[in-house]
């Protein structure tokens, strides 16, 4: 079991920078792919950045890319995010998937204003 917990959310200009923090624990070590995931009110959640843990290949969603950055160290999961524009406004979630299942944080919100 794999528990993911985000931190860093909060209200900023547009134009401005976040980093959010997924602080992860449990079973780690099987871990195959993590990332981060976000949803706005009415919609899909989506892909912002995803990282293989097995090919160190990290895919981002076109929309941020140039803009946010995914990295990790052994127990902590990044999003590093630069100008941001009123349409990242979202719920924000950690990732994590081994080869049986599919975790995910509880979310923080990032609210950026125009």
């Known amino acids: 079991q794999v528990q993911l917990v985000e931190s860093g959310g909060g209200l900023v200009q547009a134009g401005g920078s976040l980093r959010l923090t997924c602080s992860a624990s449990?079973?780690?070590?099987?871990?195959?792919?993590m990332g981060w995931y976000r949803q706005a009110p009415g919609k899909e959640r989506d892909l912002v950045a995803l990282?293989?843990?097995?090919?160190?290949f990290t895919k981002y969603a076109d929309s941020v890319k140039g803009r946010f950055t995914l990295s990790r160290d052994n127990a902590n999961v990044y999003l590093q995010m630069n100008k941001l524009k009123p349409e990242d406004t979202a719920v924000y979630y950690c990732?994590?998937?081994?080869?049986?299942?599919?975790?995910w944080g509880q979310g923080t919100q990032v609210t950026v204003s125009s």
């Open positions: 990732y994590a998937v081994d080869q049986t299942r599919t975790y």
């Open positions: 449990g079973s780690i070590s099987n871990v195959l792919f």
């Open positions: 990282d293989s843990l097995t090919t160190s």
